[in-house]
Every structure is written in structure tokens, then in C-alpha cells.
């Protein structure tokens, strides 16, 4: 993993990781990062690759000021070996002007915003957890919008929609044995800690289908639970808004 000012900036591509993954880990859109990083579908990553894991710094009006000034002081004459400059023009002459060159204080395009409503996206949701409803051993986290569920070694985890899954593994320490789903472009489900993954990357689940069996995997889990959460164009949200009451 690589640091950069204010963060981390560069992720240092690890043998298992997927544009998913690597995108879930830092909380952004699987789309931008592909898009910062110029990588077509089907998003292939390679270990050892640099990955840029946040947006590009736009330049400061300090520095658009600088390239203005340094733009105003170049020298009007032409360099050594280029051509003499152009003679007037008799009248009558058509001038075709040169296109000039963009503004230094141009912002970056901005991306349009992305269709589709937040309750409108996916179908149907589904608790992970069957009779989740009655139990009295959830644990809804209003800091990172999760929920975790306590309950056996091995008890079933099921998908909570329909999707694909784009990611199945450990390489995110915290969160242990890790499947991250894809519904559709704008959400992702997660499911953390699992004792055993039982679906791979690439397979296509339904929802309510067993996908693992929960377990207390991941760096400082010390219980058996899942954490499970969903998350909107990169960003997670809460999984109550979205699951049957």
C-alpha cells in the first residue's frame, strides 16, 4: 500500500486483490478508479501494478496563476531553427486564426450525475440471516453503516439479491474471509468474517441463496458474526433503509 498527502493515494496491487476489492477497501466507486486509472472492462488487475485509489488533485489557483504568468513571459520570437516569422499579409488576405490554447483555470469535467434512484436499483433485498428480524443479537453500526449479526459457527449466510460475485477472499485483513457481490452498476453487497466461502469469484447467486457459513475470521473479530453492508456508487449506506421490516 502506498501513502500519498492526505491519504492514501496509490494502492500497490496484491495477488488476489480485484478492482472490487481494492475499490470496497477505500470506499470508492469501482467506476472512478477504473477511470482515474484507465482500465477497460473486464478491470484486470496485475500484482505489482500502482493503483490510484483517489480522485486527481485539481491544481490550486496558486499554481493555475504561476502557468498563466509563466504562459504571459515566454518569449514572442521563435526558437533556434524554427521558421521566420510570417510576413503582413496583403489586404484581402483570409486569416484563418490558430485554436487557443485552453485556460489554465479550466475545473476538470465534472462526470453527469448517475441515473437510477437509491430505492429503485435493486428489486427485492433480503436479510442475510434467516428470521434475522426476531433476533435480539443485531447490531446495527450508525458510524460505519453496517450490521452485524451474532450467532453460530457455521450458521448459513445468504445472498441478500441477486448478483454476481466480484470478489471472494482474504485480502482484506479486517474483514476476514470476504464475498462482495454486485447487484448491478451502482450497488454492492458485503458479507465479512465468514468461516468458509462457499461461492467463487465470477458465479452468479440469488437471492437468499447460502453463499458462506459465518464464522469469526478478519483482524480483531473476537466472536462469531457477520458483518454485513451494502454500498451505493462506492459509498456504503444503511442496510436498514433497504431490508423488509
Not at 499579409?89 to 483570409?94: D, H, I, L, T
Not at 483555470?105 to 427485492?124: C, D, E, L, M, Y
Not at 468474517?193 to 452468479?204: C, I, K, T, Y
Amino acid at each position: 500500500m502506498l501513502s500519498g498527502c492526505g491519504g492514501h493515494v496509490y494502492h500497490l496491487v496484491e495477488k488476489g486483490d480485484t478492482l472490487y476489492s481494492v475499490s470496497f477497501r477505500y470506499q470508492q466507486d469501482y467506476r472512478d478508479v477504473a477511470r482515474w486509472n484507465r482500465i477497460a472492462p473486464p478491470y484486470r488487475l496485475k500484482p505489482g501494478q500502482e493503483l490510484r485509489v483517489a480522485p486527481p488533485r485539481p491544481p490550486t489557483h496558486g499554481e493555475r496563476l504561476a502557468a498563466a504568468r509563466d504562459r504571459a513571459a515566454a518569449p514572442s520570437r521563435p526558437a533556434a531553427g524554427a521558421s521566420a516569422p510570417a510576413q503582413p499579409r496583403p489586404s484581402g488576405a483570409v486569416v484563418i486564426p490558430l485554436s487557443p490554447p485552453p485556460a489554465a483555470s479550466k475545473p476538470p469535467p465534472v462526470a453527469p450525475a448517475r441515473p437510477g434512484g437509491a430505492t429503485a436499483a435493486v428489486a427485492a433485498w433480503q436479510w442475510p440471516v434467516l428470521n434475522a428480524r426476531a433476533r435480539r443479537d443485531v447490531t446495527v453500526s450508525t458510524a460505519d453503516k453496517a450490521l452485524e449479526f451474532r450467532g453460530r459457527r457455521g450458521e448459513p449466510v445468504r445472498s441478500a439479491a441477486d448478483g454476481r460475485v466480484v470478489y471472494s477472499g482474504a485480502g482484506i485483513p479486517h474483514y476476514g474471509n470476504l464475498l462482495i457481490i454486485k447487484h448491478n452498476d451502482r450497488y454492492l453487497s458485503a458479507y465479512a468474517h465468514n468461516q468458509r466461502l462457499l461461492v467463487a469469484e465470477g458465479a452468479s447467486v440469488r437471492a437468499g441463496q447460502q453463499i458462506a457459513e459465518m464464522g469469526d475470521s478478519g483482524t480483531g473479530a473476537q466472536e462469531v458474526k457477520l458483518r454485513f453492508e451494502i454500498r451505493l456508487d462506492g459509498s456504503p449506506v444503511d442496510p436498514v433503509q433497504y431490508l423488509p421490516r
